[in-house]
């Protein structure tokens, strides 16, 4: 295939002269400032050439590219083949910085129909910054709920500018104060919440100016655990004696989240003795065994922590019960409840021919046992018992005591009877066996009584009649003496009340003829009943 001559020109005019004429066009560039803080002013200048004469049919734009994306474009205008374009990098009226880093610098020159002519890429390189530094100071990093916090900060730009005016943001939990940093210098008073949280919080400082600098630091502020309150809780609010009461002492702190610490445990029965006491943690559990008998009635714990006190109360559940046994020909009755039981007891006690009702008195105190013997109560027979809820089928009742036992039996029981004794009969015939006995006791001590005061009252007349005898006798004998001789001397009258003394005495009566147990008419020794 032939080309012809006019193709071939015209394929070079299409290839080769873009090429050419693109080569015609160069260019210097500098910049006045390579690293700048936000804010600052730079200028980026030059001069385009084309064929080496100034070239002024056009104009200019220059790039500002980040990380290959442009972020920021400024035209300028060439005069007789130069520019000057003075930049300020800040906040844009909608409140957006450029950021901070490295640029590179695109410059592309257009003629005044808006095509471009040629681009010179990354004439000059610039570094951003945007950084304000903070130097902060706390007068205390711990503190108690409450507290106040002192803040000192002091800023710059990171190129060693003077920071001049700007906003402080402080964030502290999900709380922000605002304020205002004027010459570069801020002192603040943070106050603390009493019911703040403890453990570590974070205390942030923003400073940004009005360029869009900005600046952060965080600092760690813990917070001390303040005990506040005390409680005392239990598994439930009522139990039955010998169970397990689960108690768990918890300790609050300000903010009311649970701290672990040692309290003291009381634990105090209804009549507010003291039963146990203990350490423990709010996060372990005491078990308190309650005794088989424990006593009805409210209970109560206390607590005690750090200067805080608090109790708990608990009631223990009134319980009348029995247990009942049969051990051969004897029922064992015991109070397994914990209040006396008082309430009568019948026991039925059924044989194919007769039936029997033993009543009996209670009286028995928590876990006490009374013993009552059927061989005592019944006639020897095979009965079927039952008292309440309990029953024993064909038992076989024999007494086998003798006389002296049966004896003995009973008046333990008549006495057992007139006091009331737990087991004892309810019944008024032991009673009224007991008044008949002391009726005869007393019928004999006073017909005792009458024929000793009877043989008492012959023998004291028979001393007066001899008394009065002997009286007449010795008036007669003193008679006699007085008319044989007229008068007595000394020695007479000695002699006469010597043998006075001696008829008396052997006139006496005799031992024998007194009374037992005393002297005539002394009866402190019948029955002992006038000692």
Request: net charge negative.
């Amino acid at each position: 295939m032939k080309i012809s001559k006019g193709c071939i020109i015209w394929f070079i005019f299409l290839f080769f002269i873009p090429f050419i004429t693109a080569q015609e066009y160069n260019g210097n560039f500098i910049i006045n400032k390579e690293y700048i803080q936000l804010g600052d002013e730079f200028t980026v200048s030059g001069e385009i050439l084309k064929d080496g004469v100034d070239f002024s049919n056009g104009f200019i734009f220059i790039e500002f590219i980040k990380n290959d994306d442009v972020l920021y474009k400024a035209p300028a205008v060439l005069d007789y083949g130069s520019f000057s374009s003075t930049q300020t990098f800040a906040k844009t009226p909608e409140g957006l910085s450029m950021l901070s880093g490295d640029y590179k610098v695109d410059v592309t020159l257009n003629d005044f129909f808006g095509n471009e002519l040629k681009k010179f890429e990354n004439v000059v390189k610039l570094k951003v910054s945007s950084e304000i530094v903070l130097d902060v100071n706390l007068d205390k990093t711990q503190v108690d709920p409450g507290d106040i916090i002192k803040i000192s900060i002091e800023t710059k730009e990171e190129l060693g500018g003077k920071v001049k005016n700007a906003d402080v943001i402080i964030i502290f939990d999900d709380h922000e104060f605002k304020t205002k940093l004027n010459g570069g210098i801020l002192n603040y008073e943070l106050g603390i919440a009493s019911d703040i949280k403890s453990n570590y919080h974070d205390l942030k400082i923003i400073v940004e100016d009005e360029n869009g600098n900005k600046g952060e630091k965080t600092s760690k502020i813990y917070v001390v655990a303040v005990p506040t309150r005390l409680s005392i809780e239990t598994d439930k609010s009522d139990y039955l004696p010998s169970e397990s009461i689960k108690i768990n002492a918890k300790l609050y702190d300000q903010a009311g989240d649970q701290i672990v610490e040692k309290v003291k445990v009381k634990i105090y029965d209804v009549n507010n003795h003291l039963l146990q006491e203990k350490d423990i943690l709010t996060n372990e559990f005491l078990n308190f065994e309650l005794d088989g008998y424990a006593e009805p009635g409210t209970w109560k714990i206390t607590g005690d922590s750090y200067d805080l006190k608090t109790q708990k109360e608990f009631v223990i559940s009134r319980i009348e019960e029995l247990n009942v046994n049969l051990v051969g020909q004897t029922l064992e009755i015991q109070n397994i409840g914990n209040v006396d039981y008082v309430k009568e007891l019948e026991i039925q006690v059924t044989s194919k021919e007769k039936s029997h009702l033993i009543k009996k008195k209670s009286n028995l105190k928590p876990g006490q046992t009374i013993y009552v013997g059927l061989f005592r109560e019944v006639p020897p027979d095979t009965y079927d018992i039952k008292l309440g809820d309990f029953s024993f089928s064909d038992v076989t009742i024999v007494d086998e005591r003798n006389t002296l036992e049966k004896s003995s039996d009973f008046f333990k029981g008549v006495t057992g009877s007139v006091v009331g004794a737990p087991g004892s009969s309810v019944s008024k015939k032991p009673l009224i066996s007991l008044i008949i006995v002391l009726a005869i006791l007393v019928g004999l001590f006073f017909g005792i009584r009458q024929k000793y005061i009877k043989k008492n009252e012959k023998i004291k007349q028979r001393e007066r009649n001899k008394a009065k005898q002997m009286v007449e006798s010795l008036k007669k004998s003193k008679e006699k003496i007085s008319r044989k001789f007229g008068y007595s001397t000394k020695d007479d009258i000695k002699d006469f009340k010597d043998r006075i003394r001696k008829d008396i005495e052997k006139h006496s009566l005799d031992k024998k003829e007194r009374p037992p147990g005393g002297s005539p008419g002394d009866f402190s020794g019948a029955f002992k009943m006038f000692d």
